[in-house]
């Protein structure tokens, strides 16, 4: 096929997935109070989340629909002050996020494990890495999961300039364009480390400040178990996991979403993609 006829394909293949509508999708967006300027290691709302086991669902037959995030009107991305922490909406609904990506090592066996279940997740992506691998975008996008934007080089904002900024927001957003079919709606900063720059300058971009509730550290290389039982241990409805596909050795990460995967799912878990509603 020729590049415009595969574009077109992926951006079908883009709609389709977002006329699923909320069966399977979470949509309703939480603002929180994401401060720290860690890496994307401390956790950005603070305090750890509550310690609370996994139990048997009882949301499993509850229905999907009738989520109600606020609407924003096309082509007007509110400025917010701060990052979204989780997501809302009825029923277990968590989103799995990796960022730092997309890394031939570790974004395919992380992508087979996702598909193996039928679920979707979010990639924050390095504008820098999608540009040397833009096969591994047009595959997240073949398969349904959403694409964010992590800046070019993963710098620290707040170091920066807003010419800086821009330009590293901007470019990725490019990338992701043109690997992914379509421009990405979402945006982390690395680290952590947002400022109103980077709030002000998303919002023009068209793109929600994501963070995460439950971080699984899983860039210190803690042990796959450890990294399992963060996730279960963090998880709840509505909440936002922080992993990454890159940015260093990253098999554990891999190994751990083998099992915690299937854990969330038989305790009733919707493991999706969070969804923008416009008015
Ligand atoms: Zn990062």
Not at 130 to 153: F, I, K, Q, Y
Not at 192 to 203: T, Y
Not at 248 to 263: D, T
Request: charged share 25%; glycine share 10%; with cysteine.
């Amino acid at each position: 096929m020729e590049k415009d006829q595969l574009l077109t394909r992926r951006r079908a293949l883009l709609a389709g997935a977002a006329a699923l509508g909320a069966a399977g999708v979470a949509s309703a967006l939480v603002p929180g109070t994401g401060k720290r300027a860690a890496p994307e290691s401390a956790s950005a709302a603070g305090a750890p989340p509550a310690r609370r086991p996994l139990r048997p669902s009882e949301y499993r037959l509850s229905p999907l629909t009738g989520y109600g995030p606020p609407p924003t009107t096309p082509g007007r991305t509110p400025v917010r002050r701060e990052p979204l922490l989780r997501v809302s909406g009825r029923g277990r609904t968590m989103v799995l996020t990796f960022d730092d990506g997309p890394d031939p090592r570790y974004t395919p066996p992380i992508l087979d494990t996702l598909a193996r279940y039928e679920v979707r997740a979010m990639f924050f992506v390095c504008g820098g890495m999608a540009a040397d691998h833009p096969n591994l975008l047009a595959r997240m996008a073949d398969e349904g999961h959403v694409v964010g934007n992590h800046t070019w080089s993963h710098p620290l904002l707040t170091d920066l300039g807003r010419h800086r900024i821009r330009s590293e927001m901007e470019r990725t957003s490019d990338v992701i364009e043109k690997a992914y079919g379509a421009r990405p709606e979402w945006f982390r900063a690395p680290y952590g480390a947002w400022n109103r720059a980077a709030f002000q300058l998303g919002a023009e971009l068209g793109m929600e400040p994501l963070a995460w509730t439950v971080d699984t550290l899983d860039w210190t290389t803690p042990g796959t178990r450890t990294i399992v039982g963060r996730v279960e241990d963090g998880a709840a409805p509505g909440v936002v996991v922080l992993s990454h596909d890159a940015g260093g050795e990253r098999s554990q990460s891999v190994r751990a979403l083998r099992r915690y995967l299937p854990a969330l799912l038989d305790s009733g878990y919707h493991v999706t993609v969070p969804r923008r509603q416009y008015v």
